[in-house]
């Protein structure tokens, strides 16, 4: 990021550690809501513990989610700390200053992002 952009580079240092710090305490209350024991003595029927089931998946793709943006910011955080924030990993260039407002982790220009998302399109 150019150093006519300090405003721009400060600002997006701190939405990344906000949202950082979100979603640590998000990840938390989920390992801790794991931890609390179920009452098996309660009396209920098939479509409450489908139910049941049901939210304990979504809250575990949740906090996957959640751990994939975490890492994804941690990595943008550390580029920041190593001078590298907001140049491409794949082509060096500038990240447009427009996505990174977007998308402060960002780690790919739009060209290369895209190209990134077909490769793996075609690999899936």
């Not at 809501?33 to 049941?52: K, L, Q």
């Amino acid at each position: 990021m150019q150093r006519h952009d300090r405003p721009h580079f400060d600002a997006l240092r701190d939405a990344l550690e906000r949202r950082r710090a979100e979603l640590l305490r998000e990840v938390e209350a989920a390992e801790a809501a794991r931890r609390v024991p179920i009452d098996r003595t309660e009396v209920g029927d098939r479509e409450d513990e489908s139910v049941r089931l049901h939210a304990g998946d979504i809250g575990e793709a949740e906090e996957g989610r959640d751990l994939v943006e975490l890492r994804r910011i941690e990595a943008a955080l550390r580029r920041i700390a190593a001078g590298g924030y907001g140049d491409c990993v794949d082509c060096a260039k500038p990240i447009g200053l427009a996505r990174l407002c977007v998308e402060p982790a960002a780690e790919r220009c739009a060209a290369c992002q895209a190209v990134h998302e077909r490769e793996r399109q075609r690999a899936a």
